[in-house]
């Protein structure tokens, strides 16, 4: 009995590092008026996350997907 599961592809790192400042983009929180254009500084060093890339941003509690923020 086979009980594997396809494995999603993993996203291309992100390229972020603590310290660097990014906004929210194409998610449901960057449309909220408390995070909309807010920058952020990432707090921590990206990681994995059930094949997710996230990282810690100001002033948000818990790991972020990188795959919604951008540097600026």
């Known amino acids: ?3 594997s599961y ?3 592809a993993k996203s ?3 390229g972020l590092h603590e310290g660097d400042k990014v906004v929210m983009h194409t998610c449901s929180e960057a449309s909220l008026e408390k995070y909309k254009d807010k920058v952020f500084i990432c707090t ?3 990681w994995d996350l059930c094949g997710s890339e996230v990282i810690m941003i100001d ?3 818990g790991g972020f997907a990188t795959e919604y923020l951008r540097k600026v």
């Open 1 to 3: 009995m086979n009980l």
């Open 6 to 8: 396809p494995r999603r």
């Open 12 to 14: 291309k790192p992100s």
């Open 44 to 46: 921590s060093e990206p």
């Open 59 to 61: 002033g948000v509690r």
